[in-house]
């Protein structure tokens, strides 16, 4: 059974630009969740998505932005990207329709320069 | 807000010795109690979880105590091994349709290295 696939696995950008990542739940999961790491905060929590609805959203600026596709797939966006945002990002699908059970992919690593 | 206060924030263990982290939480609808591990370059991955209607649960050499009173669990690695060596996030989140609120709120982390 396939895990959670993130792409791509690493990402160099430049302040000012704009990045889009992917996540590819596994196999029956409908929700996605993303986190974002950075060795000064840890793990925070983005947004989550079920059956194409955000049902909660973290205390992150406009920029960050995703969205859910009926096939459970889901792309995180971040516009005028900041050095600040340089992070590894990323993706946890569940089962459970409450929460709860929550497998984590790779991540995407990205550096903004 | 910190709602979830993880320590030590690293430890250092001889090969074959007992790890043990600890968790504190202050949300009481918290009813899901995940412990990742991750290594460097990597997701984190899931451990072992617990649900408060348990005082303890265990996986091989691996073993949640949870506290409901206290509001504190931990993770307790026996035979600790070199390939143990990882950060290890202890999480939490409410799951009752009630209250859930669709996301894990996490620790800081102890990075565990197990000497051999």
């Known amino acids: 059974k396939a895990g959670v696939t993130q792409t791509p696995r690493y990402l160099i950008k430049t302040r000012g630009q704009q990045v889009t990542l992917s996540c590819s739940p596994i196999?029956?999961?409908?929700?996605v969740s993303w986190y974002q790491q950075t060795p000064g905060q840890g793990l925070q929590f983005l947004f989550e998505?079920?059956?194409?609805?955000?049902?909660n959203k973290g205390n992150f600026p406009g920029r960050f932005s995703g969205r859910q596709f009926s096939n459970s797939r889901s792309e995180m966006n971040v516009s005028t990207l900041e050095l600040g945002d340089s992070a590894l990002y990323l993706c946890?699908?569940?089962?459970?329709?409450?929460?709860?059970?929550?497998?984590f992919g790779s991540g995407t690593r990205l550096t903004v320069v | 807000q910190q709602q979830v206060k993880q320590s030590p924030q690293s430890l250092i263990v001889q090969k074959g010795g007992i790890s043990i982290i600890n968790c504190a939480y202050e949300n009481t609808a918290f009813d899901y109690f995940p412990w990742y591990q991750q290594f460097p370059g990597k997701g984190p991955a899931l451990l072992i979880a617990i649900r408060p209607d348990v005082s303890e649960k265990k996986e091989g050499r691996f073993t949640i105590s949870f506290n409901k009173s206290a509001k504190q669990f931990s993770l307790h690695i026996m035979d600790s091994q070199p390939g143990d060596s990882a950060t290890y996030f202890c999480a939490a989140t409410p799951t009752n349709s009630g209250g859930s609120n669709y996301k894990l709120t996490f620790g800081k982390g102890t990075l565990l290295t197990v000497n051999p």
């Open positions: 196999s029956g999961h409908r929700s």
């Open positions: 946890a699908s569940s089962l459970a329709v409450t929460g709860g059970g929550y497998t």
């Open positions: 998505y079920f059956s194409e609805t955000q049902r």
